[in-house]
């Protein structure tokens, strides 16, 4: 049960990060229905299926069922994983889908919350997504100029340490800011730069 469960996972955020959103729902609905065995080593050290409730989460809203995606991650956030790793993985997938929703406040909570754990695991790449994030929200709630600072940190740390799977998102919310601060050209520039980079296949950077 634990492989069928960490096999449906891997292939249901294959498909998801992809943009096949149906397919993403089908193969981590069917992780659900297993259990894993919870004294296994590859469940209790390894725990690559743990987030599988945060990712299905931010799926039924890019297919546009909000009230079940934010059910299922009220759901998700009560099992926060143990371990370092998926607990920070967690802790992003939660806190992009809270941005996608506007509750500021609450996304502020978890980008603290993955700054600190992943700062005391020396998870310095998570540790750069939250702080584009907390540029994210700054440029939100329009303080752009210290959000845009944040953001380019954390591109940048980002891009040195080859970890980019969330850089597109961060790079939208560049260009936002620079939009914001009537930077329109730059602000394109950003945006045309990000589509180049994720391909004509739908491929987004480097996990």
């Not at 607990?87 to 502020?108: F, P, R, Y």
């Not at 600190?116 to 100029?145: C, H, I, W």
Request: net charge negative.
């Amino acid at each position: 049960p634990t492989a069928i469960v960490g096999a449906n996972v891997m292939l249901g955020i294959s498909h998801h990060l992809a943009g096949d959103q149906a397919a993403a729902h089908a193969a981590l609905s069917a992780s659900l229905e297993h259990l894993p065995n919870p004294y296994s080593f590859v469940t209790n050290y390894l725990g690559f299926h743990q987030d599988r409730k945060m990712v299905l989460a931010r799926t039924l809203w890019l297919q546009g069922f909000p009230d079940r995606a934010i059910a299922l991650m009220h759901e998700a956030e009560a099992d926060e994983p143990p371990d370092p790793v998926t607990g920070c993985l967690t802790l992003i997938w939660g806190t992009s889908l809270l941005l996608w929703t506007g509750d500021l406040a609450k996304a502020e909570g978890g980008v603290e919350r993955l700054i600190q754990r992943a700062g005391e695991n020396s998870l310095q790449p998570y540790k750069m997504v939250g702080v584009g994030f907390r540029g994210d929200l700054l440029v939100r709630r329009g303080d752009t100029t210290a959000g845009l600072g944040l953001l380019r940190d954390s591109l940048k740390t980002l891009r040195a340490g080859r970890y980019e799977l969330f850089a597109p998102c961060l790079e939208g919310a560049m260009a936002e800011g620079l939009a914001n601060l009537g930077q329109l050209d730059l602000a394109l520039a950003q945006s045309t730069e990000t589509i180049a980079a994720i391909g004509s296949d739908g491929n987004v950077y480097n996990a």
